[in-house]
């Protein structure tokens, strides 16, 4: 043990407490301005330090089965992504997803607690304890039970210090790999915006007069099988290209214009996520034939290589939101039928789409990059903590 920290149980130097929810959760959300915030996962940056402000709130009478916590005081993460640390700087009640650490002051600086509490030792045995359960969850006496070394108060302001000012310099290269993609993934839209900006001799016509689209395939859990046919999904599409590392097969009937040819643009139209709604992917020669299932869409055109390029671009996005939101949950046959295409003569789709094709490649070295930047500064913080921690 290093000399001058000592050794303990979190249960020994704070308070550890569940959260709860009234329910029906429901009926205790109010726009009124006596609630009492209600403090969710939702209300992170999942990158941030701190929780600041709630997006709703409870009635007062909401308290008698929640728990209340304050300014300064720790919320810990107990299910899905747990061991997440945020301090506080609100008050409010939480549910029961929530653990609140309290009364460490005397032990722990709020911000040396911070860093005790992302460190690669206390998030290992996070790890271990909560995969002790049948549903991987932390508890108060899991939490109560986990390992800390510290020092004194006056050696943990040194040591916040030195982090804080190390963890700036990390985040601001950070921050600059990410404004770097920024501006490069802008400059393909605008010259995506540019390249298909209509010119004379061009034609404006409706994606329906100029290409067609079907949903796929809709099959069951007693379909799936180990030596059917390949039914892509949402999963076989990464960076814009199809991927099979990742497969299902059935073995069900299929339609023949259920199969996918070489050429076809593959989409995702329906997602959990909105933002894999709309990706794409140009299908190349397989070794065997494959359908897709009913969460994708494929489209099927003579100018497929420009409209692959066309379905990148904001101008498309734009034509399939809905009303005045900026996210989509699906794209429906219906939707695409209305969506406007601007469509050059074939040699000069030629032109356009080698010049974003080697544009889009250099985007893509550049994102590959900025992995690289961001795992190596993630890297290089968790390197520091376990310095001082281990």
């Not at 390992?147 to 000012?165: C, G, H, M, W, Y």
């Amino acid at each position: 043990m290093k000399e001058g920290w000592t050794y303990k149980k979190l249960g020994e130097i704070c308070r550890i407490e569940r959260g709860g929810s009234p329910r029906p959760i429901k009926a205790f959300i109010t726009n009124d301005t006596n609630g009492l915030n209600w403090i969710k996962i939702g209300d992170t940056d999942p990158q941030g330090k701190y929780i600041y402000s709630t997006k709703e709130k409870i009635r007062p009478e909401g308290l008698k089965k929640s728990r209340w916590v304050e300014e300064n005081e720790f919320l810990l993460s107990n299910s899905m992504s747990f061991g997440r640390p945020y301090v506080l700087k609100t008050n409010g009640c939480i549910h029961d997803g929530w653990l609140v650490l309290r009364d460490y002051q005397e032990s722990l600086n709020t911000d040396f607690f911070y860093y005790l509490l992302i460190s690669p030792t206390v998030q290992r045995q996070f790890k271990t304890k909560a995969q002790g359960s049948t549903v991987s969850n932390l508890n108060t006496d899991r939490v109560a039970g986990v390992n800390v070394l510290f020092p004194t108060i006056e050696k943990q302001l040194s040591i916040v210090a030195r982090l804080d000012a190390a963890f700036a310099h990390i985040d601001a290269l950070k921050a600059n790999a990410e404004k770097q993609l920024a501006e490069a993934r802008q400059l393909f839209q605008a010259e995506l915006a540019e390249c298909m900006r209509p010119k004379e001799g061009w034609e404006v016509k409706k994606l329906k007069e100029v290409a067609k689209y079907s949903i796929g395939l809709t099959y069951k859990p007693s379909d799936v099988c180990e030596n059917g046919t390949i039914v892509l999904r949402s999963s076989n599409i990464q960076e814009d290209k199809l991927d099979l590392a990742d497969i299902v097969r059935v073995s069900c009937p299929i339609k023949e214009s259920l199969y996918v040819e070489k050429g076809d643009i593959l989409m995702c139209s329906r997602n959990g996520s909105a933002r894999l709604v709309g990706k794409v992917a140009l299908i190349p020669k397989t070794e065997e034939r494959m359908t897709y299932g009913t969460f994708m869409m494929t489209i099927r055109s003579e100018f497929n290589l420009y409209l692959f390029n066309f379905f990148k671009s904001e101008d498309f996005r734009n034509q399939i939101k809905h009303g005045e939101a900026n996210m989509i949950n699906q794209i429906t046959r219906y939707m695409l039928d209305d969506v406007i295409v601007n469509i050059p003569p074939l040699s000069a789709q030629h032109s356009i789409v080698s010049r974003l094709d080697a544009l889009f490649a250099n985007i893509k070295k550049l994102e590959k990059l900025q992995q690289k930047t961001l795992a190596e500064c993630d890297a290089l913080k968790q390197a520091m903590l376990r310095e001082v921690f281990e």
